[in-house]
């Protein structure tokens, strides 16, 4: 009875093999795939999150700056006219 079961346990061992080979070339695949990916992103030469997030949070702060010297001068200006109107 055992040699009737051994071409079974071939087939069985053969497409255990193969579906190892096969999930060894997927990760293989992913793995090339996701190197492509970081070096078509380095390639670009976009900003890190936290670089951005540095640069967003002094522009908001120059534009306030600026607001707030847009007021001054304004103010400033309405005061000449008042002394030079005197």
């Known amino acids: 009875m055992p040699s009737k079961?051994?071409?079974?346990?071939d087939l069985s061992n053969l497409l255990t093999n193969a579906a190892g080979a096969l999930k060894g070339v997927g990760d293989e695949v992913k793995a090339i795939r996701q190197s492509q990916a970081e070096?078509?992103?380095?390639d670009m030469d976009l900003v890190?999150?936290?670089?951005f997030d540095?640069?967003?949070a002094l522009l908001q702060k120059s534009q306030e700056e600026i607001a707030a010297l847009s007021r001054e001068v304004?103010?400033?200006k309405t005061q000449?006219?008042?002394a030079k109107a005197k």
Do not use: Y
Request: charged share 45%; no cysteine.
């Open 5 to 9: 079961s051994r071409p079974m346990d």
């Open 39 to 42: 070096k078509f992103v380095a």
């Open 48 to 51: 890190g999150r936290e670089e």
């Open 54 to 56: 540095v640069l967003k």
């Open 74 to 76: 304004k103010s400033l």
């Open 80 to 82: 000449l006219k008042k």
